[in-house]
T-cell receptor
Framework: DAGVIQSPRHEVTEMGQEVTLRCKPISGHDYLFWYRQTMMRGLELLIYFNNNVPIDDSGMPEDRFSAKMPNASFSTLKIQPSEPRDSAVYFC???????????????FGPGTRLLVL | QQQVKQSPQSLIVQKGGISIINCAYENTAFDYFPWYQQFPGKGPALLIAIRPDVSEKKEGRFTISFNKSAKQFSLHIMDSQPGDSATYFCAATDSWGKLQFGAGTQVVVTP
């Protein structure tokens, strides 16, 4: 398996623009997580899905952020409008959920490095 | 606020030495404690994990020590190698919750 695939790997945009990050989880995994990593705040969980349904979006910073999972093999994280403070590395991870998604190994993608000017 | 406190922020160890990273938590409902390893430009990857019914778990040169009464756990890297240079994150969760990550420790192993 190719692992979790994220695109783009790098994104540079200007403040106010819409940004869309994409993720393809490992085939057969039924949990998908979106994380944000910054020096100041470390690794933060933004939202996670189980069987394509959003379960917990309490980590989403504000209404400018939205995430979708239209099918088992694709998810997007959208920021509209983007701001400089959104600059971070965004990771997607997936896991097989049996007893609960949090206690199964999460497989992270390579991340998308976002810079908002 | 951070539910898992991790220290030190960084450490430098000579090749062959022992690296020790400590974590502490408050939530007594936590019952799963993984450690993730992250190399520059890569996503974190699970290294080793422990549940509180055991006090120690060893996998190769990596050992987790767990002290349930003190609500502390630590990662020991024995015979540290330059290839171990990475950032290490401890984490904790209960059965149905989210993984709570520590702030990370950057480990540098010098030749």
């Amino acid at each position: 398996d190719a692992g979790v695939i994220q695109s783009p790997r790098h994104e540079v945009t200007e403040m106010g623009q819409e940004v869309t990050l994409r993720c393809k989880p490992i085939s057969g995994h039924d949990y998908l997580f979106w994380y944000r990593q910054t020096m100041m705040r470390g690794l933060e969980l933004l939202i996670y899905f189980n069987n394509n349904v959003p379960i917990d979006d309490s980590g989403m910073p504000e209404d400018r952020f939205s995430a979708k999972m239209p099918n088992a093999s694709f998810s997007t994280l959208k920021i509209q409008p983007s701001e400089p403070r959104d600059s971070a590395v965004y990771f997607c991870a997936s896991s097989l959920g049996t007893s609960g998604g949090a206690q199964e190994t999460q497989y992270f993608g390579p991340g998308t490095r976002l810079l908002v000017l | 606020q951070q539910q898992v406190k991790q220290s030190p922020q960084s450490l430098i160890v000579q090749k062959g030495g022992i690296s020790i990273i400590n974590c502490a938590y408050e939530n007594t409902a936590f019952d799963y404690f993984p450690w993730y390893q992250q190399f520059p430009g890569k996503g974190p990857a699970l290294l080793i994990a422990i549940r509180p019914d055991v006090s120690e778990k060893k996998e190769g040169r990596f050992t987790i020590s767990f002290n349930k009464s003190a609500k502390q756990f630590s990662l020991h890297i024995m015979d540290s190698q330059p290839g171990d240079s990475a950032t290490y994150f401890c984490a904790a969760t209960d059965s149905w919750g989210k993984l709570q990550f520590g702030a990370g420790t950057q480990v540098v192993v010098t030749p």
